[in-house]
Protein backbone atom coordinates (compact mmCIF):
# COMPACT_ATOMS: atom_id res chain seq x y z
CA UNK A 1 0.00 0.00 0.00
CA UNK A 2 1.25 3.63 -0.84
CA UNK A 3 1.81 5.76 2.21
CA UNK A 4 -0.87 8.23 2.84
CA UNK A 5 0.33 11.77 2.23
CA UNK A 6 -1.64 12.28 5.57
CA UNK A 7 -2.21 10.42 8.22
CA UNK A 8 -3.81 11.10 11.74
CA UNK A 9 -3.75 8.18 13.82
CA UNK A 10 -5.83 7.67 17.21
CA UNK A 11 -5.39 11.26 18.11
CA UNK A 12 -7.32 12.39 21.46
CA UNK A 13 -7.33 16.23 22.81
CA UNK A 14 -9.58 17.19 25.93
CA UNK A 15 -10.33 20.96 26.47
CA UNK A 16 -11.16 20.51 30.82
CA UNK A 17 -13.47 17.93 30.66
CA UNK A 18 -14.61 17.87 27.04
CA UNK A 19 -13.20 15.92 24.52
CA UNK A 20 -12.82 17.69 21.53
CA UNK A 21 -10.59 14.96 19.94
CA UNK A 22 -11.66 10.98 21.04
CA UNK A 23 -9.62 8.58 19.64
CA UNK A 24 -9.34 10.26 15.98
CA UNK A 25 -7.82 8.64 12.93
CA UNK A 26 -8.04 8.81 9.08
CA UNK A 27 -5.76 9.48 6.16
CA UNK A 28 -5.36 11.22 3.12
CA UNK A 29 -4.38 9.62 -0.05
CA UNK A 30 -1.72 10.89 -2.14
CA UNK A 31 -2.97 13.59 -4.52
CA UNK A 32 -6.69 13.68 -3.63
CA UNK A 33 -9.13 15.77 -1.78
CA UNK A 34 -10.06 14.28 1.32
CA UNK A 35 -13.03 16.63 3.48
CA UNK A 36 -13.02 16.61 7.04
CA UNK A 37 -16.75 17.28 8.43
CA UNK A 38 -18.91 17.28 11.04
CA UNK A 39 -21.52 19.95 12.87
CA UNK A 40 -20.88 22.67 14.67
CA UNK A 41 -18.51 21.66 17.95
CA UNK A 42 -17.66 18.20 16.44
CA UNK A 43 -14.07 19.31 16.47
CA UNK A 44 -12.76 19.87 13.09
CA UNK A 45 -10.92 23.11 13.82
CA UNK A 46 -9.09 21.59 16.62
CA UNK A 47 -8.48 18.48 14.81
CA UNK A 48 -7.13 21.25 12.20
CA UNK A 49 -5.28 23.20 14.71
CA UNK A 50 -3.67 19.47 16.22
CA UNK A 51 -2.23 18.79 12.53
CA UNK A 52 -0.98 22.07 11.71
CA UNK A 53 1.25 22.37 15.14
CA UNK A 54 -1.13 25.17 16.61
CA UNK A 55 -2.48 22.88 19.68
CA UNK A 56 -1.13 19.28 20.98
CA UNK A 57 -2.63 16.23 21.13
CA UNK A 58 -2.90 14.18 24.62
CA UNK A 59 -2.10 10.94 22.76
CA UNK A 60 -1.77 10.04 19.01
CA UNK A 61 0.28 10.81 15.97
CA UNK A 62 0.45 12.47 13.30
CA UNK A 63 2.01 11.53 9.72
CA UNK A 64 2.72 13.49 6.62
CA UNK A 65 4.33 11.08 3.59
CA UNK A 66 4.65 8.74 6.43
CA UNK A 67 6.88 10.90 8.55
CA UNK A 68 5.78 11.21 12.39
CA UNK A 69 5.64 15.21 12.60
CA UNK A 70 3.54 15.09 15.61
CA UNK A 71 3.96 17.81 18.23
CA UNK A 72 6.12 20.09 15.50
CA UNK A 73 5.48 23.80 14.95
CA UNK A 74 3.79 25.36 12.55
CA UNK A 75 7.14 26.79 10.88
CA UNK A 76 8.67 23.57 11.12
CA UNK A 77 5.66 21.57 9.41
CA UNK A 78 6.21 23.86 6.35
CA UNK A 79 9.42 22.71 5.54
CA UNK A 80 7.75 18.98 6.23
CA UNK A 81 5.95 19.43 3.11
CA UNK A 82 2.80 20.96 5.24
CA UNK A 83 0.97 23.59 3.96
CA UNK A 84 -2.11 25.72 5.65
CA UNK A 85 -4.48 28.49 4.99
CA UNK A 86 -5.68 30.87 8.11
CA UNK A 87 -9.61 30.54 8.80
CA UNK A 88 -8.72 34.35 10.48
CA UNK A 89 -7.29 35.63 7.35
CA UNK A 90 -4.06 36.18 9.30
CA UNK A 91 -2.89 38.63 6.88
CA UNK A 92 -0.74 41.76 6.87
CA UNK A 93 -3.43 44.49 6.51
CA UNK A 94 -0.95 47.10 5.10
CA UNK A 95 1.14 45.30 3.26
CA UNK A 96 0.64 44.08 -0.83
CA UNK A 97 -0.65 40.61 -1.75
CA UNK A 98 2.98 40.35 -2.97
CA UNK A 99 4.66 40.71 0.29
CA UNK A 100 2.46 38.73 2.13
CA UNK A 101 3.11 35.90 -0.29
CA UNK A 102 6.65 36.89 -0.09
CA UNK A 103 6.77 36.64 3.83
CA UNK A 104 5.04 33.02 3.94
CA UNK A 105 7.70 31.90 1.00
CA UNK A 106 10.75 32.82 3.20
CA UNK A 107 8.74 30.97 6.09
CA UNK A 108 10.18 28.11 4.59
CA UNK A 109 13.31 29.00 2.88
CA UNK A 110 14.78 31.15 5.14
CA UNK A 111 16.84 28.34 7.05
CA UNK A 112 18.72 27.16 4.14
CA UNK A 113 18.69 30.90 2.47
CA UNK A 114 20.82 32.88 5.17
CA UNK A 115 22.41 29.48 6.45
CA UNK A 116 23.69 29.50 2.68
CA UNK A 117 26.46 31.92 2.91
CA UNK A 118 25.62 32.90 -1.18
CA UNK A 119 27.00 35.74 -2.18
CA UNK A 120 25.54 38.70 -2.81
CA UNK A 121 24.57 38.42 -6.84
CA UNK A 122 23.72 35.02 -6.52
CA UNK A 123 21.30 36.15 -3.44
CA UNK A 124 19.51 38.59 -5.88
CA UNK A 125 19.34 36.11 -8.52
CA UNK A 126 17.87 33.63 -5.78
CA UNK A 127 15.24 36.74 -4.57
CA UNK A 128 14.73 36.92 -8.02
CA UNK A 129 13.68 33.65 -8.50
CA UNK A 130 11.38 33.69 -5.45
CA UNK A 131 9.32 36.85 -6.45
CA UNK A 132 8.95 35.14 -9.76
CA UNK A 133 7.37 32.18 -8.47
CA UNK A 134 5.20 34.05 -5.83
CA UNK A 135 3.88 36.04 -8.94
CA UNK A 136 3.43 32.80 -10.47
CA UNK A 137 1.27 31.76 -7.75
CA UNK A 138 -1.19 34.41 -8.01
CA UNK A 139 -1.63 34.51 -11.28
CA UNK A 140 -2.72 31.39 -11.17
CA UNK A 141 -4.92 32.26 -8.04
CA UNK A 142 -6.42 35.05 -10.57
CA UNK A 143 -5.34 37.53 -7.92
CA UNK A 144 -2.32 38.96 -10.25
CA UNK A 145 -3.89 42.44 -11.05
CA UNK A 146 -3.85 42.43 -6.97
CA UNK A 147 0.01 42.12 -6.55
CA UNK A 148 0.79 45.87 -5.02
CA UNK A 149 -2.50 46.36 -3.63
CA UNK A 150 -2.95 46.52 0.32
CA UNK A 151 -4.53 43.08 1.48
CA UNK A 152 -6.28 45.25 3.85
CA UNK A 153 -8.96 46.82 0.83
CA UNK A 154 -9.72 43.17 -0.52
CA UNK A 155 -12.86 41.71 -1.09
CA UNK A 156 -13.82 38.82 0.77
CA UNK A 157 -13.08 36.23 -2.01
CA UNK A 158 -9.65 38.30 -2.90
CA UNK A 159 -8.53 37.85 0.52
CA UNK A 160 -8.96 34.17 0.89
CA UNK A 161 -7.06 33.84 -2.55
CA UNK A 162 -4.38 35.50 -1.06
CA UNK A 163 -4.98 33.05 2.08
CA UNK A 164 -4.40 30.36 -0.38
CA UNK A 165 -1.51 31.73 -2.31
CA UNK A 166 -0.08 32.20 1.04
CA UNK A 167 -0.47 28.54 2.01
CA UNK A 168 1.40 27.58 -1.35
CA UNK A 169 3.75 30.03 -1.60
CA UNK A 170 5.36 27.09 0.95
CA UNK A 171 5.07 24.74 -2.23
CA UNK A 172 3.51 22.19 0.17
CA UNK A 173 2.76 18.44 -0.27
CA UNK A 174 -0.07 18.77 1.61
CA UNK A 175 -2.50 21.46 1.52
CA UNK A 176 -4.93 22.09 4.95
CA UNK A 177 -7.97 24.40 4.18
CA UNK A 178 -9.89 25.40 6.84
CA UNK A 179 -13.24 26.19 5.79
CA UNK A 180 -12.28 27.93 2.62
CA UNK A 181 -16.39 29.24 1.75
CA UNK A 182 -16.95 30.25 5.05
CA UNK A 183 -19.05 33.56 4.91
CA UNK A 184 -18.75 33.07 1.46
CA UNK A 185 -22.81 33.12 -0.95
CA UNK A 186 -23.35 29.88 -3.10
CA UNK A 187 -21.67 32.13 -6.15
CA UNK A 188 -18.52 32.05 -4.37
CA UNK A 189 -18.51 28.90 -3.08
CA UNK A 190 -18.76 27.33 -6.09
CA UNK A 191 -16.10 29.89 -7.40
CA UNK A 192 -13.92 28.10 -4.22
CA UNK A 193 -14.66 24.69 -5.33
CA UNK A 194 -13.35 25.38 -9.06
CA UNK A 195 -10.27 26.49 -7.29
CA UNK A 196 -9.39 24.04 -5.18
CA UNK A 197 -10.00 21.01 -8.15
CA UNK A 198 -7.86 23.50 -10.25
CA UNK A 199 -4.62 23.39 -7.54
CA UNK A 200 -5.36 19.49 -7.19
CA UNK A 201 -4.73 19.08 -10.76
CA UNK A 202 -2.36 21.59 -11.61
CA UNK A 203 0.34 21.05 -8.64
CA UNK A 204 -0.15 17.32 -7.43
CA UNK A 205 -1.17 17.95 -4.39
CA UNK A 206 -3.26 16.13 -1.76
CA UNK A 207 -5.52 18.61 0.08
CA UNK A 208 -7.11 18.28 3.22
CA UNK A 209 -10.14 20.41 3.40
CA UNK A 210 -12.10 21.23 6.87
CA UNK A 211 -15.41 22.24 6.09
CA UNK A 212 -18.73 23.01 7.65
CA UNK A 213 -20.38 23.14 4.23
CA UNK A 214 -21.83 19.89 2.89
CA UNK A 215 -22.46 21.35 -0.48
CA UNK A 216 -18.99 22.06 -0.94
CA UNK A 217 -17.56 19.31 0.11
CA UNK A 218 -20.16 16.67 -1.95
CA UNK A 219 -18.76 18.21 -5.02
CA UNK A 220 -15.27 18.79 -4.72
CA UNK A 221 -14.10 15.68 -2.03
CA UNK A 222 -12.63 12.36 -3.01
CA UNK A 223 -12.87 11.07 0.44
CA UNK A 224 -14.84 12.41 3.21
CA UNK A 225 -14.64 12.05 7.43
CA UNK A 226 -17.17 12.58 9.12
CA UNK A 227 -16.89 13.72 12.85
CA UNK A 228 -19.36 14.08 15.84
CA UNK A 229 -18.30 14.81 18.88
CA UNK A 230 -14.52 14.22 18.48
CA UNK A 231 -15.15 11.00 17.04
CA UNK A 232 -15.28 9.63 13.58
CA UNK A 233 -18.77 8.46 12.72
CA UNK A 234 -18.31 7.90 8.91
CA UNK A 235 -15.73 7.63 6.44
CA UNK A 236 -15.92 7.01 3.05
CA UNK A 237 -16.89 8.38 -0.38
CA UNK A 238 -19.28 11.13 -0.84
CA UNK A 239 -22.05 9.18 -1.94
CA UNK A 240 -21.34 6.55 0.78
CA UNK A 241 -21.21 9.39 3.43
CA UNK A 242 -24.27 11.21 2.01
CA UNK A 243 -26.37 7.95 2.93
CA UNK A 244 -25.10 7.43 6.32
CA UNK A 245 -27.80 7.02 8.97
CA UNK A 246 -25.08 8.35 11.71
CA UNK A 247 -24.29 11.18 9.14
CA UNK A 248 -27.63 12.30 8.50
CA UNK A 249 -28.71 11.68 12.32
CA UNK A 250 -25.53 13.93 13.60
CA UNK A 251 -26.58 16.77 10.77
CA UNK A 252 -29.91 17.15 11.86
CA UNK A 253 -29.11 17.39 15.72
CA UNK A 254 -27.32 20.06 14.93
P1 LIG B 1 -15.81 22.52 15.15
O1 LIG B 1 -14.69 23.22 14.52
O2 LIG B 1 -16.13 21.20 14.53
O3 LIG B 1 -17.04 23.38 15.24
P2 LIG B 1 -14.19 22.67 17.57
O4 LIG B 1 -12.98 21.88 17.26
O5 LIG B 1 -14.10 24.14 17.48
O6 LIG B 1 -15.42 22.14 16.67
O7 LIG B 1 -14.71 22.30 19.05
C1 LIG B 1 -14.82 20.96 19.52
C2 LIG B 1 -15.17 20.99 21.00
O8 LIG B 1 -14.08 21.46 21.76
C3 LIG B 1 -16.34 21.90 21.36
O9 LIG B 1 -17.07 21.31 22.40
C4 LIG B 1 -15.67 23.18 21.79
O10 LIG B 1 -16.49 23.88 22.70
C5 LIG B 1 -14.41 22.65 22.46
N1 LIG B 1 -13.26 23.56 22.32
C6 LIG B 1 -12.65 23.89 21.17
N2 LIG B 1 -11.60 24.71 21.38
C7 LIG B 1 -11.55 24.90 22.73
C8 LIG B 1 -10.69 25.64 23.59
N3 LIG B 1 -9.64 26.34 23.09
N4 LIG B 1 -10.96 25.62 24.91
C9 LIG B 1 -11.99 24.88 25.40
N5 LIG B 1 -12.83 24.17 24.65
C10 LIG B 1 -12.62 24.17 23.33
MG1 LIG C 1 -14.58 25.12 13.57
Redesign the pocket.
Known amino acids: MATSALAVENVALS ?2 G ?1 K ?1 LDQVSFSVAPGTIHALI ?1 P ?8 FNVISGVYRADSGVVRVNGNDVTGLRPHQLATRGLGRSFQNLALSMHSTVLDNVMLARHSRTRGGFLASGVRWPAMVAEQRKHTARAVEICEFLGIERLLHAPVGGLSYGDAKRVDIARALATEPEVLLLDEPAAGMNAGETAEVAELIKVVREALDISILLVEHDMTLVMGVADRITV ?1 DF ?1 KVVADGTPAEVRNDPEVIRAYLGE
Open positions: FGVAGNGAGKSTCLG
